[in-house]
């Protein structure tokens, strides 16, 4: 700033770089949230992730992967339709962020139906207490699905994997057991929780 100083210039120069502030901020934080769910997106659960096994790794802490996926979902939207198909996603989406309690835990929306929580420091029966309490309040939202194979309510599939990361490739063996185990369990019956 030149002087002399003029408060009206003062105060227009501070106004924009608040505002400037605030929308970086905004855009950063639609970088990395679902916009239909509100909750962490793909993108987020890539970094958060990658911090975490970092953090785990260091201290030789578990950590706990829980992928989810909607039983049934094709045919909830192909009956009720893509506007309460939405609605239920976002039903889902706050339950199983609102499961996971720790500072550092991470529920996000994997993709389509899919979601998936990190839980760093988490053992094998931690993980699986919080997969169960996510399971039972999803089935007490109540949501109608006539044709679903598994409830006639919507109800998910669970697939939960704890591993203490030793390097990078344990991180891409962390998603690929709970995938396996979420497949484990749909092919089980569905409405379960799968493990390898």
């Known amino acids: 700033m030149n002087k002399p100083i003029h408060p009206v210039l003062v105060k227009a120069r501070v106004r924009l770089h608040l505002e400037l502030k605030r929308q970086r901020d905004l855009l950063e934080s639609m970088a990395t949230l679902d916009g239909l769910t509100g909750i962490a997106n793909r993108r987020k ?13 260091r201290n030789s802490f578990p950590l706990s992967l829980i992928m989810i996926d909607i039983d049934n979902f094709k ?7 893509h506007f309460e198909g939405d609605i239920c996603l976002i039903k889902v989406a706050r339950t199983i962020a609102d499961s996971v309690k720790r500072t550092n835990d991470l529920a996000a929306r994997y993709g389509g139906e ?15 207490a919080i997969a169960e309490r996510i399971r039972a309040s999803v089935l007490e939202l109540k949501i109608p699905h006539a044709y679903s194979k598994a409830s006639s309510y919507v109800s998910a599939s669970f697939g939960l994997y704890t591993l203490v990361i030793h390097d990078r490739s344990d ?12 497949y484990q369990a749909k092919s089980g019956g569905r409405n379960r929780i799968g493990n390898i």
């Open 45 to 57: 659960f890539d970094e958060h992730l990658q911090v975490a096994a970092a953090f785990a790794s």
């Open 114 to 128: 899919e979601f998936v929580c990190v839980l760093p420091n988490a053992a094998y029966a931690d993980a699986l």
């Open 171 to 182: 991180i891409s063996k962390c998603i690929e057991q709970a995938d396996k185990a979420m």
């Open 75 to 81: 045919l909830y939207n192909d009956h009720y339709g």
